[in-house]
């Protein structure tokens, strides 16, 4: 929790985002993902100054349950002293214990925030879905609420002006965006609507803009005319070298295939999974993970 500190902000984790999306699929499967298409909504996980505070955070805390898919677990939520937003006890359950930090005591609008992190915690340890390292562990959190229709309650925790500032999670303002925008292009969904935070507002128009960027990529046919040219001379390079092709600092690779043509692989733009498709042309591709289809000229 960054309070009054400075802020993170671009895309140094991106590369852990994208995996985390992988993850997901391959863990949850394309059927899983498509029942979270509807996100928690903003008056389920309100909270105003004259609501109860252990109440309120309980009826959060279920509703985030309810929304995960959690029906036998209670989240017990109390507040204390400490550095971090929150934290959860791992146990085996049906109860787990979720401490917030005290300073949620008067900034209740963002106890949903705080929960929504903590509760994804649990449903990834029960799924037994984890990276190695606390800090990829983390981001894998954070993508997977925001990925799973919580999340955008974490950027519209973020606020920022000359005097202070607050960001709730492991991902900057624009990572949160990012990810949110990839759900939206999923689920035809504009969660822009819901933000209190100008800045939330700004971090998602931004992250939108890096979220369109994965689907302009050669040898997609959205790719625009630099990307086209660029593909073409480094295919030509490949079909000389007739070896594998790694092409610096693009997202495709070549490599041959026996005496057969050379194909070339580039990770899927909803997913991230890696799609390897014979060079000839004109080719329809279907991701196998998320079952997205490409337009491809290969």
């Known amino acids: 929790m960054a309070n009054g500190g400075p802020v993170e902000h671009g895309?140094?984790?991106l590369d852990t985002v994208r995996a985390s999306i992988t993850a997901l699929y391959k863990r949850l499967s394309y059927d899983t993902i498509q029942t979270f298409a509807t996100s928690v909504a903003p008056v389920d996980v309100a909270f105003c100054d004259t609501d109860d505070l252990h109440l309120g955070a309980q009826r959060v805390a279920r509703e985030l349950v309810r929304h995960y898919r959690l029906p036998d677990a209670r989240m017990i939520v109390g507040f204390r002293e400490m550095t971090h937003a929150a934290h959860v006890e791992l146990a085996a359950g049906p109860e787990y214990f979720v401490e917030?930090?005290?300073?949620?005591?008067t900034h209740r609008r963002d106890i949903g925030a705080a929960l929504a992190h903590e509760v994804m915690h649990v449903y990834l340890h029960r799924l037994g879905l984890s990276f190695p390292g606390n800090r990829e562990n983390e981001i894998l959190t954070d993508t997977a609420a925001t990925y799973l229709g919580a999340g955008w309650l974490l950027l519209d925790a973020f606020r920022e002006?000359?005097?202070s500032s607050q960001k709730l999670g492991?991902?900057?303002?624009?990572?949160?965006?990012y990810v949110l925008a990839k759900r939206a292009q999923l689920f035809a969904e504009d969660p822009s609507?819901?933000?209190t935070s100008a800045q939330?507002?700004?971090a998602y128009a931004e992250g939108s803009v890096r979220a369109r960027r994965d689907e302009q990529q050669p040898p997609l046919t959205a790719a625009g005319w630099a990307g086209r040219r660029r593909y073409?001379?480094?295919?030509?390079?490949?079909q000389d070298l007739r070896s594998a092709s790694p092409v610096s600092g693009m997202p495709y690779m070549f490599t041959p295939d026996g005496r057969g043509p050379l194909r070339v692989s580039f990770p899927c733009p909803t997913c991230h999974q890696r799609i390897r498709v014979p060079v000839r042309g004109r080719v329809r591709a279907r991701c196998g993970l998320c079952r997205t289809v490409l337009e491809c000229d290969t």
């Open 193 to 195: 609507v819901w933000f």
């Open 170 to 177: 492991y991902l900057t303002p624009e990572e949160f965006g």
């Open 200 to 202: 939330a507002y700004s």
């Open 232 to 238: 073409a001379r480094d295919r030509r390079h490949a």
């Open 11 to 13: 895309y140094p984790h």
């Open 100 to 105: 917030l930090n005290d300073r949620f005591r």
């Open 161 to 163: 002006d000359a005097a």
